[in-house]
């Protein structure tokens, strides 16, 4: 069965800081890949996808995501962390090739961005 | 075009009732999706439509739970006899058909906050 683990429920950085939340997971064969953000109050805003090709993959904001095979992860960036960024994170995954495409997420990052 | 949206964004009910949730998908967005959010986890699967069918109901976590979309459009998660253990953020997606490109992107609504006491 596929998993998806998001190490550090919390992660603070300041203003101007690199992003790093981290995502591995758990699949026979490489799924799809996604990145969410939860805004307070708000519905799931889909970041960024990996499906097939070039395996660094630009999002909106300003994230990217790289997906490596070897370590079975789609670890998430961004080199400058901006005030606007603070809000949950979810990694998700889906069958490659399901018949539902149904999510199995992540138990989320908070990310906090300190002035 | 308008996203997904939901009703009631929030409904506070006493333990033994029945509550429905209403889920209305993006516009041509065949398939839809019920995820439960319980506090400080991720979404989980609860059920999948396509069109009308409802084709994976793996997600439900007791008979207590059910889902339909009699016109393939909105989508109503029924819970009978709530227990305090369903109190949680209920989110509906909708996507592309399965097959079609960027079928796998799905659209969330803003969701419902069930709180029973």
């Known amino acids: 069965a596929q998993s998806v683990t998001q190490l550090g429920s919390h992660v603070s950085v300041s203003e101007g800081a690199l992003v790093l939340l981290r995502c591995n997971y758990s699949s026979s064969v490489p799924p799809y890949l996604f990145w969410y953000v939860q805004y307070p109050n708000q519905g799931l805003q889909l970041l960024l996808k990996y499906t097939t090709g070039a395996t660094l993959v630009k999002g909106i904001n300003g994230f990217e995501a790289e997906f490596k095979k070897s370590e079975t992860s789609f670890h998430l960036t961004k080199p400058s962390a901006h005030m606007s960024d603070a809000a949950e994170y979810f990694c998700a995954v889906s069958e490659r090739g399901g018949a539902t495409n149904k999510l199995i997420f992540g138990t989320g990052t908070l990310l906090a961005v300190q002035p | 075009g308008a996203g997904v949206s939901q009703s009631p964004r929030y409904k506070v009910t006493k333990r033994g009732q029945d509550v429905a949730l209403r889920c209305d998908p993006i516009s041509g967005h065949v398939s839809l999706y019920w995820y439960r959010q319980a506090l400080g986890q991720g979404p989980e699967f609860l059920t999948y439509?396509?069109?009308?069918?409802?084709?994976?109901k793996s997600g439900l976590p007791n008979d207590r739970f059910s889902a339909e979309r009699p016109e393939g459009s909105i989508s109503t998660l029924t819970i009978q006899r709530t227990e305090q253990r369903d109190s949680a953020m209920y989110r509906c997606a909708s996507s592309l058909e399965p097959g079609l490109a960027k079928s796998y992107e799905q659209y969330f609504g803003p969701g419902t906050r069930l709180t029973v006491t």
């Open positions: 439509f396509n069109y009308e069918a409802q084709q994976d």
